[in-house]
């Protein structure tokens, strides 16, 4: 997605992924898993969750990188509801973030998009517009007190939530998270 936007000068960013670039291929499959591996820990030590949703936070960090390109992963539809303690307070703090715009409001709360700058060589013809921003997240704070995060990927949303811990501390609380193949919802739309 284009944007023409300034930048939001001395605001805070998210940190964007894991990735093994520079390393060779074997080196690179077992620095990636280590890293996931030390990620799933973490997370499972600072999350705030109920333990029926533990399969589902390490399910987070079981990603299949087999016939993937280096530095890619398989898309996977995620989305995580977390529960937060004001939603008014939330939506001013990830209103101030660099790498997040307000998309728009409505009476139930407000949608943001999560964006960086297009990696140097990506696909997409829009990535060689001056100022193009690839969106990588969907971020939906509820006058409910809750909040919607949504990526196209497990690492993604590992980071998502990451952010929004380091924006609105460690006390929102995990109540869904959900990963759809869309290679999966393909198959069942068609029959297969």
């Given at each position: 997605?284009?944007?023409?936007?300034?930048?939001?000068?001395?605001?805070?960013?998210?940190?964007?992924r894991m990735?093994?670039?520079?390393?060779?291929?074997?080196?690179?499959?077992?620095?990636?898993?280590?890293?996931?591996?030390?990620?799933?820990?973490?997370?499972?030590?600072?999350?705030n969750f109920?333990?029926?949703?533990?399969?589902?936070?390490?399910?987070?960090?079981?990603?299949?990188?087999?016939g993937i390109?280096?530095?890619?992963?398989?898309?996977?539809?995620?989305?995580?509801?977390?529960?937060?303690?004001?939603?008014?307070?939330?939506?001013?703090?990830?209103?101030?973030?660099?790498?997040?715009?307000?998309?728009?409001?409505?009476?139930?709360?407000?949608?943001?998009?999560?964006?960086?700058?297009?990696?140097?060589?990506?696909?997409?013809?829009?990535?060689?517009?001056?100022?193009?921003?690839?969106?990588?997240?969907?971020?939906?704070?509820?006058?409910?007190?809750?909040?919607?995060?949504?990526?196209?990927?497990?690492?993604?949303?590992?980071?998502?939530?990451?952010?929004?811990?380091?924006?609105?501390?460690?006390?929102?609380?995990?109540?869904?998270?959900?990963?759809?193949?869309?290679?999966?919802?393909?198959?069942?739309?068609?029959?297969?």
């Amino acid at each position: 997605m284009s944007k023409g936007r300034k930048k939001k000068k001395g605001k805070k960013t998210g940190k964007h992924r894991m990735c093994g670039r520079g390393l060779s291929s074997g080196a690179q499959v077992s620095s990636v898993h280590q890293q996931i591996k030390n990620e799933r820990e973490r997370m499972l030590s600072v999350l705030n969750f109920d333990e029926h949703l533990r399969e589902r936070v390490e399910e987070m960090f079981n990603i299949n990188f087999e016939g993937i390109p280096a530095g890619k992963e398989p898309m996977f539809f995620s989305t995580a509801i977390l529960e937060i303690d004001n939603a008014e307070l939330a939506m001013r703090n990830i209103e101030k973030l660099a790498d997040v715009d307000l998309a728009g409001e409505d009476k139930d709360g407000a949608h943001c998009v999560w964006t960086r700058a297009y990696p140097k060589g990506h696909w997409n013809p829009m990535s060689n517009m001056i100022g193009a921003r690839q969106i990588i997240g969907n971020i939906r704070i509820n006058f409910d007190n809750t909040l919607k995060l949504e990526t196209k990927t497990k690492s993604w949303m590992t980071g998502l939530i990451y952010y929004m811990m380091s924006v609105l501390g460690k006390d929102i609380k995990l109540i869904n998270l959900e990963f759809q193949n869309p290679l999966d919802m393909l198959r069942k739309n068609h029959g297969r």
